[in-house]
Nanobody
Framework: QVQLVESGGGLVQAGGSLRLSCIAS????????DAWFRQAPGKEREFVAG????????KYSDSVKGRFTISRDNAKNTVYLQMNSLKPEDTAVYYC????????????????????WGQGTQVTVSS
């Protein structure tokens, strides 16, 4: 069983930064695509950022483009989401997700296509 555990959430003022981490167990990162999704109260889960297994393609939602960066450290089996210039509308529970996707060269933004999910970490951005 592949397990993903997020950490790094918390309370931050608008304009601040946070770095989320997602540690994987039961797998190596090779041939897995990784992504971050978020869900705010009363809203549907939405794609935030993703990376193909090779790292050759990354994709971001328009709302976070230029502010968030997804990265991966294969040696540590960890995926990161660096979040800068945070806004109150970024407040949500953030989930990391992974899928087995060998040979896939573009990021998949559909949450239903991801097999493995973390428990979520709360990010709250105050005004």
């Amino acid at each position: 069983q592949v397990q993903l555990v997020e950490s790094g959430g918390g309370l931050v003022q608008a304009g601040g930064s946070l770095r989320l981490s997602c540690i994987a167990s039961g797998r190596t990162f090779s041939s897995y695509a990784d992504a971050w999704f978020r869900q705010a109260p009363g809203k549907e889960r939405e794609f935030v950022a993703g990376m193909t297994w090779s790292g050759e393609d990354t994709k971001y939602s328009d709302s976070v483009k230029g502010r968030f960066t997804i990265s991966r450290d294969n040696a540590k089996n960890t995926v990161y989401l660096q979040m800068n210039s945070l806004k109150p509308e970024d407040t949500a529970v953030y989930y990391c997700a992974a899928r087995w996707a060998p040979l896939v060269v573009v990021v998949n933004i559909v949450s239903e296509n991801y097999e493995y999910w973390g428990q979520g970490t709360q990010v709250t951005v105050s005004s």
